[in-house]
C-alpha cells in the first residue's frame, strides 16, 4: 500500500528565513504528487501538483517543490516565508493506474514568527 | 462558483446514537471522498464513491457507511456514534478528465464531538 511521511512535525522559523519541508512517498511506479495548505480553522487548499514534465513544480504564494523519483521525495520549498504562511502543510500522493483517492501525510505545522 | 458545502459544521452527539453528516457539491465530479483528520494522523480516508450507486472502503471505514443516489450528494453516516469517532471530517471531490488528473476540492469540514 502506498505512504507518505513527513519528518518535520513541528517547524518554528522567523520571518524572511528559507523553508524546506520534507515529503517521501513509498511507491515504485508512476505517482501524481500534490502539497496543500490549511490555514487555521480553514479547509485543505492546493498549493502545488505534480504529474509529470518538469520536476520542479511553482505554486501558488511563492512555493516550489521539486520531485527527484529516485529518492522517492516531493519537498516543499520558499525562499523567504512570511507571516502569513503559518499554517499546516500536508503532502499527498496519488499512485496506482485507477487509483483516485489520495493518501495524505501526517502533516507538518509551520509557524512563523514576525 | 462551484462548491463543496459540509452540514453540520459543529454537532455534539452521545454514544450510541446514529449521526448522518451532508456532503454536496455542485463541481458535477463523479468521485467524491470522505477523510477524517486527527492530530498526528493528518487525513485518513473513509469512504469513497466513483460514481452513482457505487461506493468503497477506506482504510479507517469501520462504523461508517456513505450511499451515492446522485452525482451531487454523499452522505457520511455513523451508525452508532463512538467517542474513539470524534473528529474533524472533509469532504472532498474529484474529477479525472483530460488534463485534470484528480486534484482534490474540499469542504469546509464538520466537526463531530461524541461524548
Known amino acids: 500500500a502506498q505512504s507518505v511521511s513527513q519528518h518535520n512535525h513541528h517547524v518554528i522559523l522567523s520571518e524572511a528565513a528559507s523553508l524546506e519541508l520534507g515529503c517521501n512517498y513509498s511507491y515504485g511506479g508512476t505517482v501524481n504528487l500534490f502539497w496543500y495548505v490549511q490555514y487555521p480553522g480553514q479547509h485543505l487548499q492546493l498549493l502545488l501538483k505534480y504529474f509529470s514534465g518538469d520536476p520542479l513544480v511553482k505554486g501558488i504564494k511563492g512555493f516550489e517543490a521539486e520531485f527527484i523519483k529516485s529518492k522517492f521525495s516531493f519537498n516543499l520549498r520558499k525562499p523567504s516565508v512570511q507571516w502569513s504562511d503559518t499554517a499546516e502543510y500536508f503532502c499527498?500522493?496519488?499512485?496506482?493506474?485507477?487509483?483516485?483517492?489520495?493518501?495524505f501525510g501526517s502533516g507538518t505545522r509551520l509557524q512563523v514568527q514576525p | 462558483d462551484a462548491e463543496i458545502t459540509q452540514s453540520p459544521r459543529h454537532k455534539i452527539t452521545e454514544t450510541g446514537r446514529q449521526v448522518t453528516l451532508a456532503c454536496h457539491q455542485t463541481w458535477n465530479h463523479n468521485n467524491m471522498f470522505w477523510y477524517r483528520q486527527d492530530l498526528g494522523h493528518g487525513l485518513r480516508l473513509i469512504h469513497y464513491?466513483?460514481?452513482?450507486?457505487?461506493?468503497n472502503k477506506g482504510e479507517v471505514s469501520d462504523g461508517y457507511s456513505v450511499s451515492r443516489s446522485n452525482t451531487e450528494d454523499l452522505p457520511l453516516t455513523l451508525e452508532s456514534a463512538a467517542s474513539s469517532q470524534t473528529s474533524v471530517y472533509f469532504c472532498?471531490?474529484?474529477?479525472?478528465?483530460?488534463?485534470?488528473?484528480?486534484?482534490?476540492?474540499f469542504g469546509e469540514g464538520s466537526r463531530l464531538t461524541v461524548l
Open positions: 499527498a500522493v496519488n499512485a496506482g493506474t485507477g487509483r483516485r483517492a489520495l493518501t
Open positions: 472532498a471531490s474529484s474529477e479525472f478528465k483530460g488534463a485534470n488528473t484528480g486534484e482534490l476540492f
Open positions: 464513491s466513483y460514481g452513482v450507486h457505487d461506493t
